[in-house]
């Protein structure tokens, strides 16, 4: 087994609700991206609860498993814990078993929903390989993500579907943004000298001499922006520092190069689109469900020193 995935959130809500969402299959997997069903199966009292879960994985894909409830326990202190070991006998997933459990510690700011999980993988060195490199982080992430997106559903009534929408339009637009200004940095500016693209800055009054040099200039601040925009996910600046750079190329366009107004694909209607997609980034940037918002190490005990 690899290093356990750990993940702590604190959700400020009712102890019951929170039970419920985790522990009630059809509750659960509204906010679990790593389950798209989840099913409890039919036991006799006393045994463990047995149940089946699956994960989509596109074109009419999907892998299955199981797992069973360990056990369950309360302290006198209001603490839960709930415990489960799983197992996968289909052969497209890469995990073969695994167990971990989930911890309900109720405090004064709210309730530390923790979880910490470990799994062994199939296909030898080569499955060792890809969950460490690739699909460990990438279910570590997916955990911490969905955390959030449940606390988001606790403490502010947000679904779990429209958390999933919001954060979908938001990636689609910032993303878009981003490549904007780094293919138009790149490919008109850098890489193609693009004829308009230096008639523009001789109309704007750069002297024939400079234009390369400013060509280039513009080019590589725009692919820069594309960069921060694309790896300061949740700033806001970037966004802001584009409606400002469109209303200025758009007034630079109508002062200096009126006859590209009319032309196809002009400069006008892209500066606008941008302009319009920043604003939607900016809208919908709060309450956005993020791994960030969640612990991944274990918290340090009391008096030790790394």
């Known amino acids: 087994m690899g290093i356990s995935i750990y993940v702590e959130s604190l959700v400020r809500g009712e102890m019951d609700e929170l039970w419920d969402k985790t522990q009630e299959p059809k509750l659960h997997q509204r906010w679990d991206l790593r389950f798209s069903d989840i099913e409890y199966l039919p036991r006799q009292p006393g045994e463990p609860q047995r149940f089946l879960y699956a994960t989509r994985i596109g074109a009419g894909a999907r892998i299955e498993g199981a797992g069973e409830s360990v ?27 695994g167990s971990g459990y989930w911890k309900y510690v109720p405090g004064t700011d709210g309730i530390q929903f923790i979880t910490s999980y470990d799994y062994q993988t199939r296909f030898g060195v080569l499955g060792k390989i890809v969950d460490k490199l690739m699909f460990r982080p990438l279910l570590g992430w997916a955990t911490a993500w969905s955390f959030d997106r449940l606390r988001l559903w606790i403490e502010a009534g947000i679904l779990p579907e429209d958390s999933r929408d919001r954060a979908l339009i938001y990636t689609l637009c910032r993303g878009t943004i981003a490549f904007v200004w780094l293919y138009h940095g790149l490919v008109p500016k850098l890489i193609y000298r693009n004829p ?15 234009l390369f040099t400013v060509t280039s200039a513009f080019g590589w601040a725009e692919v820069c922006l594309g960069l921060i925009i694309l790896i300061f996910w949740r700033s806001r600046w970037p966004l802001w520092f584009t409606l400002l750079a469109m209303v200025l190329a758009t007034a630079g366009v109508l002062v200096n190069s009126r006859e590209y107004v009319t032309a196809a694909f002009n400069p006008i209607t892209l500066n606008l689109s941008v302009s319009a997609l920043a604003v939607v980034v900016l809208w919908l940037r709060h309450n956005l469900p993020t791994a960030s918002n969640c612990l991944r190490r274990p918290r340090e005990s009391p008096g030790h020193k790394p």
């Open 71 to 97: 056990g369950e326990s309360e302290a006198a202190t209001g603490q839960r814990t709930s415990a489960l070991k799983f197992w996968s006998e289909d052969r497209k997933s890469l995990i073969e078993s």
């Open 196 to 210: 308009d693209e230096l008639r523009m800055l001789r109309e704007a009054g750069v002297p024939s001499a400079n």
